[in-house]
């Protein structure tokens, strides 16, 4: 979804942004004490899971600009 609305022309950094979760913010749901372990756990699995979407992302978007140059 994020590859296809690069390609439609939307700003690489604000899709950075919608995919990431900033690390404070992780930070601070894994510390407040109204949450329960089961959040907690489903917080990090979340976490990893958006890095690796971003990771993808990001390799998408290099190899675009590097076909694009080529042509």
């Given at each position: 979804?994020?590859?296809?609305l690069f390609?439609?022309?939307h700003p690489v950094?604000?899709?950075r942004r919608d995919i990431?979760?900033?690390k404070a913010v992780v930070e601070k749901w894994l510390r407040a004490p109204q949450y329960e372990p089961a959040f907690?756990?489903?917080v990090?699995?979340?976490y990893s899971y958006r890095k690796?979407?971003?990771?993808?992302?990001?390799?998408?978007v290099?190899?675009?600009r590097n076909r694009a140059r080529l042509q």
């Open positions: 979804m994020f590859y296809g390609l439609r022309g950094e604000t899709l990431d979760v900033p907690r756990n489903m990090k699995r979340m690796a979407v971003l990771a993808i992302f990001d390799e998408l290099h190899n675009e």
